[in-house]
């Protein structure tokens, strides 16, 4: 399968995508103990946010997919989860985090 030009391309997108993603879940833990100041419960909110972010995204998809083709609905997620990581890797402040975490992965 991997023999042809698209399933490769398609395999090398995931990897990319998943790399790069990680870093969010990875990084939770410290974000909620170093930036936040908090313990296990903002650990917890911040992992809800990615729930409820994740719910958010099964609600709206079938809309998006009636107006939009697959290609326009994946390329826009792509760009609003990079657009969510630039504002809590840029942010000086806490409070758009748990709200770009909730971004990023409604998607």
Request: proline fraction near 4%; aromatic fraction near 10%.
């Amino acid at each position: 399968m991997l023999f042809f030009p698209v399933a490769r391309w398609l395999v090398l997108l995931g990897v990319v995508f998943t790399t790069f993603a990680s870093a969010v879940w990875a990084l939770l833990a410290v974000v909620a103990n170093q930036d936040l100041h908090k313990g296990a419960m903002a650990y917890g909110v911040l992992n809800g946010c990615l729930g409820a972010g994740a719910a958010l995204g099964v609600f709206t998809l079938p809309r998006l997919r009636r107006k939009f083709s697959a290609d326009i609905i994946t390329v826009g997620a792509t760009l609003i989860f990079v657009c969510s990581l630039l504002v809590l890797a840029l942010s000086r402040t806490t409070a758009p985090r748990p709200l770009g975490k909730l971004s990023a992965v409604g998607r």
